[in-house]
């Protein structure tokens, strides 16, 4: 059965801090990892990641994949309150059902 | 940007009703939406993969009498859940594929949350 797991589940840092959050996969034919973030309501989509190494980047965000140790970080720096919300990492694997399997997420809670 | 509405936004129903969620894509086709479903600190569960104009595909699990979904129109899917219980309560979120792009882009609603007492 295809998994995803998030760490840590929820985070609490101040303003200015510097968080990383963690997505392992364990899947049959990889296709892409996506990550989401989600607020009150629908999540709006981050970054999408298909290959190794190579880091996306927007803004203070920026997230790099591994599929040899099959595993995702998603970096905030010099994180602002309004980054509070919920982190959803999600995989979809090639062939059959082309689906969304996502993690449980992280949230963060940032403070002033 | 795409855009994908959700009505209603939320909804309280007595036990053993039907509710009707409806999933719209804006100012885009979608041949493909789907139903998620997200319990309290539980991630999104797939419920069920809707393509415009044929029966509706459901995840292990998920009971098709139950949650009945149509999709009649390339900008329309609704969900039905029928007999409502308490248990059902939980916040349902669509999403649409934009026509002829890959699995990755799928635009979401704002979710409806139900309540069954």
């Known amino acids: 059965e295809d998994k995803v797991v998030q760490s840590p589940l929820s985070l609490v840092v101040h303003e200015g801090d510097t968080v990383t959050l963690n997505c392992s996969y364990e899947v049959t034919n990889f296709r892409s990892l996506l990550w989401y973030k989600q607020e009150k309501k629908a999540p709006t989509f981050l970054f999408m990641l298909?290959?190794?190494?190579i880091e996306k980047k927007s803004g203070r965000l920026s997230s790099i994949l591994d599929k040899k140790e099959l595993f995702s970080i998603l970096n905030i720096t010099a994180t602002q309150t309004g980054d509070s919300a919920v982190y959803l990492c999600a995989v979809i694997t090639q062939g059959g059902s082309e689906k969304l399997v996502f993690g449980k997420g992280t949230k963060l809670t940032v403070n002033p | 940007g795409a855009v994908v509405s959700q009505h209603p936004s939320w909804v309280i129903c007595k036990s053993g009703t039907s509710v009707k969620i409806e999933c719209r894509s804006l100012?885009?086709?979608?041949?493909?939406m789907f139903w998620y479903r997200q319990f309290p600190k539980q991630s999104l569960m797939l419920m069920a993969t809707s393509n415009e104009g044929s029966k509706a595909t459901y995840e292990q699990g998920v009971e098709k009498d139950k949650f009945l979904i149509n999709h009649a129109s390339l900008t329309l899917s609704t969900l039905t859940v029928t007999s409502a219980h308490p248990e059902d309560s939980s916040f349902y979120i669509c999403s649409a594929r934009v026509f002829g792009t890959g699995p990755e882009t799928q635009y979401f609603g704002p979710g409806t949350r139900l309540l069954v007492l």
């Open positions: 100012d885009f086709q979608a041949t493909t």
């Open positions: 298909t290959s190794s190494g």
